[in-house]
């Protein structure tokens, strides 16, 4: 199963770097303009366990409802760190979207002078190896290579 794993580390407190992620609303800063995407969820979205939010997006001028499941929400505070530093966490899952199967687990540990946030994807598409190797990794590293940069500039200004 292909996954991708990014990770950067962001001059700012923890605490400060999981409420930016926990605001489900920053999702659409820190998306590509060209996927056009929009969350449709109604705002303010209470993100725990087993909450949904539904997004629309464009590939490749295609319109695609996606919705998630938060399926793991533990921020800071709520359990020991673990082996690897990790003191907080969330992992949301495709349930209706573009993928066979997509699990997203975000990861933040406290590091000197910030945080380490760490992104890793577990997915499937459909029509299988030449699909993801032509169009959808090049394309998912592009959205990932664009959201390191947009949540920096928003975090450290």
């Known amino acids: 199963m ?22 489900a609303g920053n999702l659409e800063a820190i998306t590509p303009p ?10 303010p979205i209470q993100m ?14 295609v319109p695609i409802r996606w919705r998630t499941r ?19 966490r969330f992992i949301d899952e495709q349930i209706k979207g573009p993928y066979r199967l997509w699990v997203h687990e975000h990861t933040f540990t406290p590091v000197d002078g910030g945080t380490l946030v760490r992104d890793t994807v577990e997915y499937r598409v459909p029509m299988g190896f030449l699909v993801h190797s032509w169009f959808v990794r090049p394309r998912l590293d592009q959205i990932f290579a664009y959201r390191a940069e947009a949540t920096r500039k928003l975090i450290e200004g």
């Open 70 to 88: 938060i399926n793991a929400w533990e921020p800071p505070g709520t359990r020991p760190a673990r082996a690897d530093g990790v003191v907080a």
């Open 34 to 43: 060209f996927l056009r995407f929009r969350i449709v969820t109604p705002s």
């Open 48 to 61: 725990r366990e087993g909450a949904l939010i539904d997004y629309r997006l464009r590939l490749h001028g």
């Open 2 to 23: 292909p996954t991708l794993t990014t990770s950067q580390t962001l001059r700012a407190p923890l605490d400060r770097v999981f409420e930016f992620f926990a605001d």
